[in-house]
């Protein structure tokens, strides 16, 4: 079945650094990707999105990067601040418009 | 800004009650879902609602599940008779037409015991 994965559970960074947080799915025919952050006692809350016909996409502050050749996904967040402290999961959509969603990456910022 | 409103916060039942899980979506949204998280794992899909009907659904909703939208607000999520693997976080989602955005509600917490 498809489903969508994080490589690492846990990412610690210091404050002002740039973090990148890696995902791989396995469904080829996915057309549809979104980065969620999700705070702790919250929902998850849309960061960006991308399509499969594109590579790269630039929001403010993070950037989206697509390699549909090796099937991943990364979140790139510049100059990362300790409010980014939280749960990043990629998740791959459907034309019905359901989110699948990886196992997730706490993302851990030092001051 | 807009946003998805979910009660109650936090809902204790004993095993084998029915629970009614109510969410208000945004107002102009079309395509409304429900998800779950249990304690420390991924959000999980339970259905899609689209047009006064369930569009997809999961293996995890079965047949102690239901949804509804009983008026122009509300979409609401029953558990027929709660069991204690019910116990998670409960996500409610909308979609505005033409949109892939999923704007998430602050979930609600359902405890069984």
């Known amino acids: 079945g498809e489903s969508v994965g994080l490589h690492l559970p846990t990412l610690s960074v210091q404050e002002g650094d740039n973090s990148i947080i890696n995902c791989a799915y396995s469904?080829?025919?996915?057309?549809?990707f979104i980065w969620y952050k999700q705070e702790s006692g919250k929902g998850p809350q849309f960061i960006i999105d991308?399509?499969?016909?594109?590579d790269k996409r630039q929001g403010q502050r993070v950037t989206v990067l697509l390699n549909k050749t090796v099937k991943h996904l990364s979140l790139q967040i510049a100059a990362t601040q300790p409010g980014d402290s939280a749960v990043y999961f990629c998740?791959?959509?459907?034309?019905?418009?359901?989110?699948?969603f990886g196992d997730g990456t706490t993302l851990t910022v030092k001051p | 800004e807009p946003e998805v409103t979910q009660t109650p916060s936090h809902q204790v039942t004993q095993m084998g009650q029915e629970v009614i899980l109510r969410c208000v979506p945004i107002?102009?949204?079309?395509?409304f879902y429900w998800y779950r998280q249990i304690l420390g794992q991924k959000v999980e899909f339970l259905v899609s609602f689209y047009n006064n009907e369930i569009s997809e659904k999961s293996e995890i909703f079965d047949d102690q599940f239901s949804v509804e939208r009983p008026d122009g607000s509300n979409f609401t999520l029953k558990i027929r008779s709660t069991k204690l693997e019910d116990s998670a976080m409960y996500f409610c989602?909308?979609?505005?037409?033409?949109?892939?955005?999923?704007?998430f509600g602050p979930g609600t917490r359902l405890t069984v015991t």
């Open positions: 991308i399509r499969s016909n594109m």
């Open positions: 989602a909308s979609t505005g037409q033409d949109s892939y955005e999923q704007y």
């Open positions: 998740a791959e959509n459907t034309n019905a418009g359901k989110s699948t």
């Open positions: 469904n080829s025919a996915s057309d549809y």
């Open positions: 107002s102009n949204h079309l395509y």
